[in-house]
């Protein structure tokens, strides 16, 4: 009788890469997630693959960083090479999603290239996703998602795909993506060298009719999918954009979500695995369709036995 459900499909695994790692290397603040050697990162494209989901989201960690994110163009550099590598291992029956953004690739840490003052420089940053967009799905993505909140990044990764014949390719967009102080741990996850933050770029966390507006101008430059990223303490925003649009919503259970039911689980004062299923749950009744989870894997493991 339950009138929300989830099932594995429905849920992205994503996953962390990290340049010349020989071993998985464990990230503090998020336990049970690890940045993945290239080998352990196939075996978790197989593992999702077996249990059902829905895809995965990958973000590469390099051994160098530059001011314009150049790793992120060169095809050997790593997130390219987890790209084919994900591809390689399961073919047609996962969807491989990359992310689609510089901020991994930059030495200043930020989403986009700087100009002369030290601001982010929205036009000449959208030439070189337009760039990154293409070089992903020639390394196979299925899904790029580009995710720095530049205006009219969706439309120029749109365009540059077409041109180069990737008319297949889908854009999840990451419409509504808030400066939110829950981005923390993911920081230690991709060792950001962020200084400052990023609330020039990113949506204020008290403004929710600036996300429709959001959302209308990336499905009219051709967005096949959005996102609302954080998802807990926007749930409200989940649910208006599930009303307001005909494409599907995703919507990201991002690290520090992840991070506050793992710390109070280890302290004895939740029960984990309710709290898992019962966070989904909620993300899912608000409207999304499918949600990007670092407990995705476990999650799928915990509906087989329902």
């Known amino acids: 009788m339950s009138e929300?459900?989830?099932e594995p499909r429905?849920?992205?695994?994503?996953?962390?890469?990290?340049?010349?790692?020989?071993?998985?290397?464990?990230?503090?603040?998020?336990?049970?997630?690890?940045?993945?050697?290239?080998?352990?990162?196939?075996?978790?494209?197989?593992?999702?693959?077996?249990?059902?989901?829905?895809?995965?989201?990958?973000?590469?960690?390099?051994?160098?960083?530059?001011?314009?994110?150049?790793?992120?163009l060169d095809p050997e550099g790593i997130l390219n090479v987890a790209i084919r590598d994900a591809v390689s291992e399961a073919g047609d029956d996962l969807l491989v999603m990359s992310d689609l953004c510089l901020d991994e690739f930059t030495s200043h840490g930020h989403c986009g290239v700087l100009d002369s003052q030290g601001r982010v420089d929205n036009d000449a940053t959208l030439e070189i996703y337009a760039e990154m967009g293409v070089a992903q799905a020639s390394a196979g993505a299925h899904v790029v998602g580009p995710s720095g909140m530049m205006d009219g990044q969706v439309g120029v990764v749109r365009t540059a795909l077409d041109a180069a014949?990737?008319?297949?390719?889908?854009?999840?967009?990451?419409?509504?993506?808030?400066?939110?102080?829950?981005?923390?741990?993911?920081?230690?996850?991709?060792?950001?060298?962020?200084?400052?933050?990023?609330?020039?770029?990113?949506?204020?966390?008290?403004n929710a009719r600036e996300a429709i507006r959001e959302v209308d101008l990336d499905i009219a430059e051709g967005a096949d999918l959005v996102m609302v990223k954080p998802a807990l303490a926007y749930l409200d925003i989940i649910r208006q954009v599930r009303d307001h649009v005909n494409v599907p919503v995703a919507a990201y259970n991002i690290s520090g979500e992840y991070a506050m039911v793992e710390a109070a689980a280890a302290n004895g004062w939740i029960d984990r695995e309710k709290a898992i299923m019962e966070t989904l749950t909620g993300i899912k009744r608000a409207g999304a369709d499918t949600i990007l989870t670092y407990w995705a894997s476990e999650a799928a493991q915990l509906l087989s036995h329902r």
Not at 54 to 59: A, I, Q, S
Not at 192 to 204: A, F, H, M, N
Request: net charge neutral; aromatic share 10%; hydrophobic share 40%.
């Open 4 to 6: 929300t459900t989830i």
């Open 165 to 206: 014949g990737f008319t297949d390719t889908v854009i999840m967009a990451y419409a509504v993506k808030y400066a939110s102080a829950f981005f923390g741990p993911f920081r230690e996850a991709v060792d950001s060298s962020l200084r400052g933050d990023r609330k020039t770029y990113q949506q204020d966390p008290a």
């Open 10 to 72: 429905q849920l992205i695994l994503p996953m962390f890469v990290r340049e010349g790692a020989r071993e998985p290397i464990a990230i503090s603040s998020m336990p049970g997630v690890y940045q993945h050697t290239r080998d352990t990162a196939r075996k978790a494209v197989a593992e999702a693959v077996q249990l059902g989901l829905g895809g995965v989201m990958l973000f590469g960690i390099p051994t160098s960083k530059d001011p314009v994110g150049s790793g992120a």
